[in-house]
C-alpha cells in the first residue's frame, strides 16, 4: 500500500472549500514522503469539480460517478472502499465535516483499516504516520499511530491546513461506483432560520455567552452590557438550544461564522472546536472564563480568568 | 420491539490537573466522571418513543468500569426496567472502534431494533463510536441526528440530520438503523426523586467481552489507532489580565476602546 487518497467533499453543486485543505495535508506528507496524491471525486457528474480540485501536488484526479446528488452513507462507503481497492493507498484523508462523521469510521471497520477522526497534524516518525487530535476537551492533546494497518483512513480537521491556490497538472482517471442500493433516501433541505432580529455575520463587534451564564434569567444582564459598550449579544450552543436566546444568535459550526468580527469576548464559553469553527479568525478574542484551563484561552488575545458575573459588573462602571 | 442506547460516563479534567508518569493519559487523581451529554438526548428520544407507543422497551447499555453504573442508574431513574454493562480490566483505554464492536454485539444477542447513540462524547470527541456500531452490525445509519419520526415496526424512520451553518436535511433511513442523535433534538427530562430510588433496585447485568462472543484477540484488533502519548498543547500567547475583578474590567475597558479607536 502506498500512496494518499483524498475524498473531495460537496454539497447542492458546490465544492467543500475543506477538500483544499485536506489536498495541502496530503501534499505535505508527499513532500517528506515522496508518494503519489490522488483526489476522488464521487458525485453525479465528477467532471463539475475536476478543475476545482486540480490544485498543486495532485497527481490524479478519479472520478466515480454515482447515481446521487446528495450524501448517502451507503453509497459513498461503499464506493470509498472500492477506489482504495482499486489503488491501495497507505493513507485516506476526509476533512472532518458532518458528511464524514456518517460514513469515515465505517469505511475503516469495514475494511480493517486505522482510523482518527479530528486530526489537526500529521507527520511521519521514521516510517510510521503519527496523527495528533485532541481530548479532554482540548486540554490535552494526544498522538496516535496505527501499527500493523495497510491502510488509515484520517479526518482533518477545517481551518487549520492552508489550502492550496497554485494550479496543478493532474492526470484524470475515473473508476466504476459499486452497485449499491442506498438504505437512506434525500427528501430536502430546510433552510436556516434567518428570521433573527439581528444578523450576527454583519457585527463586528460582539459579546458572546456561554453555558457559564447559568440560567435563561441571567441573559439579561449580559444582554444590557452588550448594549451599553455596543457590541452585539451572540452565544454559545447550549444558550440556543435551551432557548435563551434565538438560533440565530449561535455562533460556531451549526450557527454562524462571524466574518466580519474585529473584537470577539467569550464569556463562559469553554472553546469547543465546534464554537471555535465560528469565531477563531477574530483578530481580538477576549476570553472571561474561570477555568485556567479553558481550551479558550489558547486563541484568545486577552484573558481574564476569573467570574464572568463579576467581570460584567464591573465592566458596566465603564460604559 | 426494542431500541438499546449505548451511553458513556465521560471524563472531566481538573482545573488544574498532571499527566500521568508513562505519559499516556491524565493522572486519575485530577479525573472527574460525568454522564455524556448527548447521552441525556438519545436516551430521551428512546423513551419518547416507548411512552408513545405499547410494546416498546428501552435498554441502556454501557461499555465502563464499575463506577460507569452510575451512568446506567441516572439512565433508569428516568424510564426503562433493566441496562447492561459490559466490562473487563483488559478494556482500559479502549478506543471507540473496540467499544463499538462490544455495543454490536450486545445489539445482537438483545435483538435491538434500533440502536440510539449519541453523536459524540464530551471528552475526545471521536464522533466514531454509533457509526462504527452500524459498520459491525451492517445496518444503515445516520449520523448527527436533530429530529425523528419513528413508529415503532415500521420500514423506515424520518429524520433530520444538521449539516454545517444550520442547514438541515430531511430524509428517510430503513431500519432497523443506528442513529445518533444530536444536543437539542429534544429537552431531556429530569429524574424524578422516585425514579432515582427506584433505578437502584432496577437489574443492571454484567457481561464480560467473552460472554458476548467477542475474544481478546478479536478485541485487540479492533483498535483503530495506538495511543502514543498525551501531553498538554503549549498555550496561545493570550495576555493574561490579573488583579482584582475591578482592576481587570478596566483594563478590558481600555483595551476595547483602544482597539475601537484604532479601528
Ligand atoms: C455537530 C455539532 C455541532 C455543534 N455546533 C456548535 C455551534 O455551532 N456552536 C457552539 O457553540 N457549539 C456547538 N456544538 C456544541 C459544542 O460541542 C459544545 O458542547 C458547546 O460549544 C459548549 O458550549 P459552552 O462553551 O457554552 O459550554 P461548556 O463547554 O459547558 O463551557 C462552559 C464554560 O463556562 C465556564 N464558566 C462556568 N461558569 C462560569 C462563570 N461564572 N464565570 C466564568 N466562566 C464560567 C466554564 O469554566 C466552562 O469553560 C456542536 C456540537 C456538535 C456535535
Redesign the interface.
Known sequence: MSGILVIAEH?RGVLNPATLETIAAAAALKQVKPQPVAVAIIARNPDEFVGQVNAAGVDEIIKVAVPTD??Q??VYEATVAAVVAARGPAVVLFAH???T??????V???GG??????VFAVRYEGDAL??TR??????????????GRQTVVLTLRGNVFKPIEEPGSAAVSAVDAPAVAA???????????QTGDVDIAQA??MLSVGRGVGEEDNIEQFKELADA?GFTLGCS??V??NGWLP?SRQVG?????VVSC??Y?AMGISGS?QHMAGMKHVP?I??INK???ASI???????????MF??A???R??? | MKILVPVKQVAVLDEDFELRDDGLDADPDFIDHESNEWDDYSYEAALQIMEAHGGVEVVPMTVGPEDAEESLRRCLAKGGERAIRVWDDALTGAGPATVAKLIAAVARREGADMVFAGTLSADHSYAMTGICVAAELGWPHVAVVTALEYQPGAATATVHRELEAGLVEKMTVECPAVLTIQLGINQPRYASLRGVKQAKEKPVDELSPADLGVSGEELAASASFRLRRMFKPARGQAELIEGTAAEQAARLASIIKELRGAA
Open positions: 454539497r446528495t450524501f452513507s451507503d465535516t458532518v458528511d462523521w456518517g460514513y469515515a469510521a465505517a475503516a471497520v469495514r483499516f486505522g482510523c482518527a477522526t479530528d503519527v496523527a485532541a481530548g479532554y476537551k482540548e486540554k490535552l492533546h494526544m498522538d496516535l499511530d496505527f501499527p438504505r437512506t433516501a434525500h427528501l430536502g433541505y430546510i433552510e436556516p432560520d463586528e463587534y459598550l450552543r447550549p440556543a438550544d438560533k459550526q451549526s450557527g454562524k461564522t474585529k473584537i469576548v472546536v481580538t477576549i476570553a477555568d485556567a484551563e484561552f489558547s486563541i484568545a488575545r486577552y484573558g481574564v480568568v476569573g467570574d463579576e467581570i459588573k464591573e465592566l462602571n465603564h460604559c
